[in-house]
């Protein structure tokens, strides 16, 4: 795969470094939903402590690849290591617990669920990196958690349990995001991603070694190295994108990511969202892109 040959299509195909970035932000949603897709398949056969073991791999030598040959050692040179690490782990379990939902959920209720990250966000901004939440966020931010129990629909014993595995998913994402933010001008984001790769993949390694080993059929293997394919390619264009574009220009297109996340569990499970599920999802994708835009006024 010749990364020079995608962005020099790109580039004549699209006339702004702002279209060029929206595109690389659409790209991402989608490959994030085949991840996510394949997640939901694969792990009604296979632990997800293996499937999360072989995208880190793929993820590590993905990045290798691409960037190893002009980055060299500076993929490693981190200015700070053991923040970088504990961003990692933020990421690993935020994986592990969206996939494990993935189990229970429906794709759409749980990428939904997950989407209160963003959210979460706003709350633990003041007292993590010191800024200042106005009311109209903290209504927004209300909002938005209406919007999750709304889908949630507290009540039944087994849907509100499976329900945590993505909330506290976006938890874990929230703190992930936030530590990133504390990396900007002081990190190179390749270096990031790749630590966070390495990270990863020695963790969920060494919980394979310690455990029983399923064997992938030939097809089922084909699928896993797809999985790890989609989310590593996913990263490099959201890296690419973030060149171009802010994060409050990017964020109303990240929720497409939930449009194609209920038209796969659509046309892949038979999944079809109810009416909670869809005003949940509407309150909490409006919820977001109000925030990113507040955010994105000062």
């Known amino acids: 795969m010749d990364m020079r040959k995608i962005k020099l299509l790109l ?43 072989v995208r880190y791999l793929i993820h590590v030598g993905f990045t290798l690849v691409v960037f190893g040959p002009r980055m060299r050692l500076n993929l490693v040179k981190a ?3 053991r923040l970088q690490i504990t961003r990692a782990l933020l990421l690993l379990a935020s994986s ?3 996939m494990e939902g993935l189990r229970f959920l429906p794709l759409g209720d749980a990428t939904a669920i997950n989407f209160v990250a963003p959210l979460l966000m706003t709350v633990f901004s003041a007292p993590l990196l010191g800024e200042k939440v ?19 629909r507290p009540g039944g014993a087994m849907l ?17 995001q936030i530590l990133t933010r504390k990396f900007k001008g002081s990190e190179n ?19 394979c070694w310690q455990s029983s080993w399923t064997s992938p059929t030939p097809p089922h293997a084909f699928l896993i190295i797809c ?5 590593s390619l996913g990263h490099y264009l959201l890296i690419e994108a973030f060149q171009r574009i802010g994060p409050a220009v990017a964020a109303p297109f990240t929720y497409t990511q939930l449009v194609w996340a ?26 977001g892109i109000y925030l990113a835009r507040c955010k994105g006024e000062k």
């Open 227 to 231: 999985l790890g394919l989609s989310v």
């Open 11 to 53: 580039n004549r195909l699209l006339a702004s470094d702002r279209e060029r970035g929206i595109a690389l932000v659409l790209a991402t949603m989608l490959l994030f939903v085949i991840h996510d897709s394949l997640s939901r398949y694969l792990t009604r056969y296979y632990p997800v402590t293996e499937l999360l073991w």
């Open 134 to 152: 106005e009311t109209r966020n903290w209504i927004a931010v209300a909002l938005g958690f209406g919007g999750m129990l709304v889908i949630i």
């Open 79 to 81: 200015h700070h290591p």
């Open 262 to 287: 209920m038209l796969f569990g659509l046309a892949l499970f038979g999944e079809i969202p109810d009416t909670g599920t869809l005003t949940g999802s509407l309150v909490i994708v409006v919820s």
């Open 160 to 176: 509100q349990a499976a329900a945590l595995l993505p909330f506290f998913s976006a938890c874990f994402a929230c703190f992930y």
């Open 96 to 98: 592990y617990l969206f």
């Open 189 to 207: 984001p390749v270096t990031t991603h790749f630590i966070t790769g390495l990270t990863g993949a020695a963790i969920t390694g060494l919980i």
